[in-house]
């Protein structure tokens, strides 16, 4: 869930937006008697929607599959599993070759070497100076261009860290993050190095290197970067076999440590100590363009992931509005086998992140096909591969959506993603991130009030949900969508902290030994959930964004200009 930038990051363009949580502790071992007692709950007979429920969770993150993760031999298993749950619910194949699984071209992507970079040809020390990137679209990598330091390297209505500089032809140098004073989710959009490098290709340069700052060197130094990043990131190859760069940008070629960055800014009118302390400042930003000229040598290796994204389809019965379809989502993937917590347990199991939203998913396709009524608009259930790594599967069905081959004109309208719905307390309120942004937020208000359940507004806005789930690779195509949670009234608040203090990204994160599971919350989610779909499908009209939101207006969504 949430997937984070990887440290990597510094790295691969390919990486996700957000931070990772740090390692938890691990929990200490029940004692016999506390294990006597969760065995009692475990085995109790449940009424049929529960159990059901409860079925699919017990398989999914059960040891056998090792952690489903994304590429691996139990993954594949999970994703044949949920294939025939769809089958059992009624919904025809939407994948590939009329089938349920769309073939999704995961590749792993890492450095070969240390590459090469020099300042007029002064070389740049690898490890001290700089950290390379990586080019998924290319193995060989050479560049010899001028570079720009435009800042954050935002271009938007209010801001444009550009203006006045040509930087065509050129290597653009940025920071990450975002400046002070933007709405958290569009900070947390421009703050990512794959928004900054599709920045700097709108305005013409090659590419792009991002910058440590004084104060982050100091924090984490370069040696120190290098000894703990992680190889390899994870994107997915075009049909001409290249990697894909997340965002459509150009690649990241570089990071430069504080050091690094002061000879890059050598004779140039000013220090990088001094333009890093400006950056916080509230005058006008203006950029700098460098007098040395930055050479680039990098190799890029890509290794084969294959994976598979999980699709069915439920047709709409108004042939006026069938094709406007609305997706709903949830990722199958989880982290796999890592290092062992205090008991030994290497599984990372993944039974709240994500089993119990595949759960939902598959039930909430059981109640319509137990209604007799089918929706109006289709409705695509879709589980999405390799979320963990950087919401890639959902990247690339976003891309390459089958639903027009098995539903001539099919396009679609809106996205629902569930995403760790975590339902170990009697939940009295449900949230939707980014339902401000859109229809859909007044479509998931009369739902949940339909449901029995109260809306609550985003309770953690610093946090910039709405850019950290699979439904924002549907934002990134112009679609309305929301990430639908359980709300935090009442008991909520301590059970989320308690959830992610002891058990997200864990192995403890499992039916048997994890947090006790309330599996009627579990069905009163999916009660909730059906409810908004059918409420979406069933609508008079499409669903929309506001008129001048800014995600909407910026993807070219329906509604928004």
């Known amino acids: 869930m ?63 599959m090792r952690g489903r993760d994304a590429g691996s031999p139990e993954y594949d298993i999970a994703a044949q599993y949920v294939a025939s749950q769809f089958y059992a619910a009624g919904l025809r194949p939407a994948g590939d070759d009329g089938s349920y699984l769309q073939r999704v071209p995961l590749i792993k992507v890492g450095t070969a070497d240390m590459g090469k970079l020099s300042l007029n040809g002064q070389a740049l020390t690898f490890g001290q100076d700089y950290l390379p990137g990586v080019n998924p679209a290319a193995a060989d990598t050479t560049l010899a261009a001028p570079v720009v330091y435009v800042g954050y390297g935002v271009s938007s209505p209010t801001r444009d860290d550009y203006a006045g500089l040509d930087v065509r032809g050129k290597i653009v140098a940025v920071v990450r993050g975002a400046p002070a004073g933007l709405d958290s989710e569009e900070s947390a959009h421009f703050g990512g190095l794959p928004t900054k490098a599709a920045i700097a290709k709108a305005k013409g340069a090659v590419g792009i290197i991002a910058l440590q700052t004084p104060e982050v060197s100091a924090r984490m130094p370069m040696a120190k970067t290098v000894a703990t990043a992680q190889p390899t990131s994870v994107t997915w190859a075009e049909a001409d076999g290249k990697g894909h760069i997340m965002g459509g940008g150009v690649p990241t070629l570089a990071t430069l440590s504080a050091a690094g960055a002061e000879k890059l800014f050598a004779g140039s009118g000013t220090t990088w100590a001094k333009a890093a302390a400006a950056l916080p400042g509230k005058g006008k930003f203006r950029g700098v363009a460098l007098k040395p000229r930055l050479d680039v040598a990098i190799k890029t290796v890509t290794t084969p992931l294959p994976s598979y994204n999980v699709a069915g389809l439920l047709p709409g019965s108004d042939p006026t509005v069938a094709p406007e379809t609305v997706v709903l989502s949830a990722h199958l993937d989880h982290v796999g086998v890592g290092a062992p917590n205090k008991k030994g347990d290497t599984i990372y199991n993944g039974a709240m992140d994500n089993a119990v939203g595949i759960a939902s998913l598959i039930e909430e396709a059981k109640r319509f096909k137990a209604s007799g009524k089918a929706p109006r608009r289709s409705i695509l259930f879709l589980a999405v591969t390799a979320e963990e790594k950087g919401l890639v599967g959902s990247d690339y069905f976003a891309h390459n959506p089958t639903i027009a081959k098995v539903m001539p004109g099919a396009t679609m309208v809106a996205d629902v993603n569930l995403d760790m719905p975590i339902i170990t307390y009697k939940f009295t309120d449900v949230i939707a991130f980014g339902a401000v942004r859109s229809t859909l937020g007044d479509i998931v208000k009369r739902a949940a009030a339909t449901a029995g359940v109260s809306f609550s507004p985003d309770p953690m806005p610093d946090m910039a949900l709405f850019v950290r789930s699979d439904h924002y690779r549907f934002v990134q195509q112009g679609v309305p969508s929301v990430f639908l949670w359980p709300g935090t009234s009442g008991p909520g608040k301590a059970a989320v902290d308690a959830f992610f203090a002891n058990n997200y990204h864990q192995p403890s994160d499992e039916v048997v030994q994890g947090p006790p599971i309330d599996w009627e919350s579990g069905e009163r989610f999916i009660n909730v959930n059906y409810q908004i779909a059918r409420d979406i499908a069933d609508a008079p009209q499409r669903p929309a964004w506001n008129k001048g939101d800014f995600f909407g207006t910026l993807y070219n969504g329906y509604g928004a200009k």
Do not use: Y
């Open 2 to 64: 949430f997937r984070p930038a990887l440290l990597l990051g510094l790295l691969i363009s390919t990486a996700a937006i957000a931070q990772d949580a740090p390692p938890a502790p691990a929990q200490p071992a029940p004692t016999a008697a506390e294990l006597q007692a969760r065995n009692g709950e475990i085995n109790a007979v449940l009424p049929p929607a529960q159990a059901a429920m409860k079925a699919h969770v017990m398989f999914l993150a059960s040891d056998a």
